[in-house]
T-cell receptor
Framework: EAGVAQSPRYKIIEKRQSVAFWCNPI?????LYWYQQILGQGPKLLIQ????????DSQLPKDRFSAERLKGVDSTLKIQPAKLEDSAVYLC????????????FGQGTRLTVV | GDSVTQMEGPVTLSEEAFLTINCTYTATGYPSLFWYVQYPGEGLQLLLK?????DKGSNKGFEATYRKETTSFHLEKGSVQVSDSAVYFCALTRWGNNDMRFGAGTRLTVKP
């Protein structure tokens, strides 16, 4: 079974530039998550989709971050404009639509804003 | 809100030592509890889980028991190996929406 795919693996941009990350979840997984993991901290949920609808985006900085999941499969997360404090690993995860189930994670995209 | 608190690291042990990493949680309802492991340069992998009180999750020699009375889910292993060196995250999902919340992580280093 193929896992969660993310690209790119690494990205370096200057502050105020824009960047986009892509995620392809495990086939059949209705729920998709984007997490931000700052060095030395645990992952923090940015946004959760159920199919192509948003379940929770309460911790997404909406003035600069946006995410979409067209057709309920692939998802993109965008940052525009980037700030230095956005430097982190961005993790995508997916799970089946059922209670008490675990999320499966991709390898993440390491973003460095200089 | 729902949250997870892990013991602070880093933790350094000799091979074959006993491991305990403490995890306590605050949650409404009946969360499910998880331990994830992150090896260097890799993504998070599920290590074990428990979905109700008194359940014991186990995998690869690691164990954790869901203790509702103490709101804890401590990770244990009787004899660690160098290959267990990684960062360990305790996590919970909130009842009803599978929103997973993580602790800050505990870095374990096992020396030969």
């Amino acid at each position: 079974e193929a896992g969660v795919a993310q690209s790119p693996r690494y990205k370096i941009i200057e502050k105020r530039q824009s960047v986009a990350f892509w995620c392809n979840p495990i086939s059949g997984h209705a729920t998709l998550y984007w997490y931000q993991q700052i060095l030395g901290q645990g992952p923090k949920l940015l946004i959760q989709f159920q199919n192509n609808g948003v379940v929770d985006d309460s911790q997404l900085p909406k003035d600069r971050f946006s995410a979409e999941r067209l057709k309920g499969v692939d998802s993109t997360l965008k940052i525009q404009p980037a700030k230095l404090e956005d430097s982190a690993v961005y993790l995508c995860a997916s799970s089946v639509q059922a209670p008490n189930t675990e999320a499966f994670f991709g390898q993440g995209t390491r973003l460095t804003v200089v | 809100g729902d949250s997870v608190t892990q013991m602070e690291g880093p933790v350094t042990l000799s091979e074959e030592a006993f491991l305990t990493i403490n995890c306590t949680y605050t949650a409404t309802g009946y969360p499910s509890l998880f331990w994830y492991v992150q090896y260097p340069g890799e993504g998070l992998q599920l290590l074990l889980k428990a979905t109700k009180a008194d359940d014991k999750g186990s995998n690869k020699g690691f164990e954790a028991t869901y203790r509702k009375e103490t709101t804890s889910f401590h990770l244990e292993k009787g004899s660690v190996q160098v290959s267990d060196s990684a960062v360990y995250f305790c996590a919970l999902t909130r009842w009803g929406n599978n929103d997973m919340r993580f602790g800050a992580g505990t870095r374990l280093t096992v020396k030969p």
